[in-house]
Every structure is written in C-alpha cells, then in structure tokens.
C-alpha cells in the first residue's frame, strides 16, 4: 500500500502563486508515475501534470502547459506542483496520484494510489 499526503494548498489572488506538495510513505517502491489532477465544482476531474519518477519524464495538461511544473525530492519520496501566473480556471481541489508502470500519464482510471486532496481557490 501506499500513502499520499497533499499539503500547500490556499487562496491567491489571479497572478500569483502556489506550490503544493506530495508526500508518499509506505511501499513507495512499487510507484513508477505520480501526477496531479484536479477537479472543480461541477466539472470531472482532469489530469493536470504527471512524472515518471524514474526518468523525470513529465506531461502537462494544454491548460497549465508552461505555467504549472511538476518536481520531485526523491529523497523525501515527495513531489511538489509548483503553479505560477494562476487564474480563476484554476480553482479546483488537487490530489496527488501514484501509479506503478502506466500507459496514459494523465488519465485518472491509469492510478491506484489517491490522497485526500488540497483545495486551491484563485480570485480575480
């Protein structure tokens, strides 16, 4: 089993930043893939920015392509979404997902590991 811990989560204003944080324990490593999703009120969740741990290889989402990166301390077994130049559209609660060996980075049904969430509010 593995855990997943979100922190870093808050309100900001359009413009500004946010970085949150995913820490995983547990039979950490079985995980091969962490991302990031986010689901909105009334929307499905989506996929938002993923890694493979191993390599570094990473996808984004067209909607955060160029403001939203995904790192990792692999000594901490933590990831971090760092988000910059966030908008309204923004607004969702995050989760932090983890996966062994996958096909589709960004597609939610691909994860087996799920944390809590952490919700992030963005005012115009």
């Known amino acids: 089993q593995v855990q997943l811990v979100e922190s870093g989560g808050g309100s900001v204003q359009a413009g500004g930043s946010l970085r949150l944080s995913c820490a995983a324990s547990g039979y950490t490593n079985s995980i091969a893939y962490m991302g990031w999703f986010r689901q909105a009120p009334g929307k499905e969740r989506e996929g938002v920015v993923s890694m493979d741990i191993g390599v570094g290889f990473t996808h984004s989402a067209d909607s955060v392509e160029g403001r939203f990166t995904i790192s990792q301390d692999k000594a901490k077994n933590t990831v971090y979404l760092q988000m910059n130049n966030l908008n309204s559209e923004d607004t969702a609660m995050y989760y932090c997902?983890?996966?062994?060996?996958?096909?589709?980075?960004?597609?939610?049904?691909?994860?087996?590991?799920w944390g809590q969430g952490t919700q992030v509010t963005v005012s115009s």
């Open positions: 997902a983890a996966s062994g060996l996958l096909n589709w980075p960004l597609r939610e049904d691909e994860y087996k590991y």
